[in-house]
T-cell receptor, first 109, second 115 residues
């Protein structure tokens, strides 16, 4: 089943923070996060595996709550380059990745 | 280091025509995938392959066929093009044991219009 992402869209000023959420109705083994700019391919950001581990990548970090079957992506001190569509992908223990519909994030000067 | 290469980048087909979308990767990844992306719908898995000679259906396989004769290449075939197949097609690859624990690397996509 397709994971649900929220909110549907985010508009930020440069320097502001944002949180993007990803929820699944099934038990999760992994959560992937990708960013896609208009007309380009999705680019990998990070993977979180079962165990509630939090990962970080510069000013972008993520958490994974396996009990709630949720993941959140945290963007701090946003930059113009953060604009794009953010997709989460989820998988169970023996299943393929299923992507959410994506959230459009726009960072304004 | 080319990564995942897709050709062509753009194509317009007439209804009923056939074509092959090419995908090749140079990272020696065992897993390869084909997705289609429609506006506001995310990425839908069409077919995937866990290695040369092995392919399996994804979520939306109808109207498509694939083959995997080598580790590097994973072409997608449209036999009788229909307007519903107008989409952006992405090929991806990963080194994976099948549990989604490795990142997927995407090609630049093929924008296909069926008229």
């Amino acid at each position: 089943q397709q994971p649900v992402q929220s909110p549907q869209a985010v508009i930020l000023r440069e320097g502001e923070d944002a949180v993007i959420n990803c929820s699944s109705s099934k038990a999760l083994y992994s959560v992937h996060w990708y960013r896609q700019k208009h007309g380009e391919a999705p680019v990998f950001l990070m993977i979180l595996l079962k165990g509630g581990e939090q990962k970080g990548h510069e000013k972008i970090s993520a958490s994974f709550n396996e009990k709630k079957q949720q993941s959140s992506l945290y963007l701090t001190a946003s930059q113009l380059s953060y604009s794009g569509t953010y997709f989460c992908g989820t998988s169970g223990a023996n299943s393929k990745l299923t992507f959410g519909k994506g959230i459009t994030l726009s960072v304004r000067p | 280091n080319a990564g995942v290469t897709q050709t062509p980048k753009f194509r317009i087909l007439k209804i009923g025509q056939s074509m092959t979308l090419q995908c090749t990767q140079d990272m020696n990844h065992n897993y390869m995938y084909w997705y289609r992306q429609d506006p506001g719908m995310g990425l839908k898995l069409i077919y995937y392959s866990v290695g040369a000679g092995i392919t399996d259906k994804g979520e939306v396989p109808n109207g498509y066929n694939v083959s995997r004769s080598t580790t590097e290449d994973f072409p997608l075939r449209l036999e009788l093009a229909a307007p519903s197949q107008t989409s952006v097609y992405f090929c991806a690859s990963s080194y994976s044991m099948g549990q989604g624990d490795q990142p997927q690397h995407f090609g630049d996509g093929t924008r296909l219009s069926i008229l």
